[in-house]
């Protein structure tokens, strides 16, 4: 049996990935730049609200900063777990492995991320669903009531 919307569907999740990977890397040089960073905390101390409540902006950027790698680490394990799924589910070998890497790494992205990278999460798990529901096709009950009826007596 051809697994090719598994494979689809997980392909298409790796490539979400990928483009969040470099959604966050982006996110992260934007936060390290000196001269953005310091124009924004400019901003944002003069924000009558933030004044008031008497935020830290350096260390809310210090924390965003740090998601950002946390969120990257989970989702380059996450396309670690995907990509060993789709060789695995190649040629129909290991579908239920496939299925539980898929399905595994579906719940790291999405809460790993915070609900961020729910789209993948979403392929992923269809994909996984898909590896354990799909059975092979069984031969034609026809052929097997004829091979029954050679080997009866008459």
């Not at 790494?105 to 609900?115: E, N, P, Q, Y």
């Amino acid at each position: 049996m051809k697994r090719t919307a598994e494979i689809v569907l997980s392909v298409i999740g790796v490539i979400l990935n990928i483009l969040l990977i470099l959604g966050v890397f982006v996110f992260n040089t934007f936060l390290s730049d000196e001269q953005l960073r310091s124009e924004l905390e400019a901003e944002m101390a003069n924000d009558p609200d933030l004044a008031a409540n008497g935020a830290d902006i350096t260390g809310i950027f210090d924390f965003l900063n740090g998601l950002g790698v946390f969120f990257n680490i989970v989702i380059i394990i996450s396309t670690i777990l995907s990509i060993v799924a789709i060789v695995v589910v190649r040629g129909n070998r290991k579908p239920k492995l496939a299925g539980g890497l898929l399905i595994g790494s579906a719940v790291l992205v999405f809460l790993g991320t915070f609900l961020i990278g729910w789209l993948p999460a979403l392929l992923f798990l269809i994909a996984g669903i898909m590896c354990f529901a799909r059975k092979p096709k069984v031969q034609d009950q026809h052929m097997h009531d004829q091979r029954d009826d050679e080997l009866r007596p008459l």
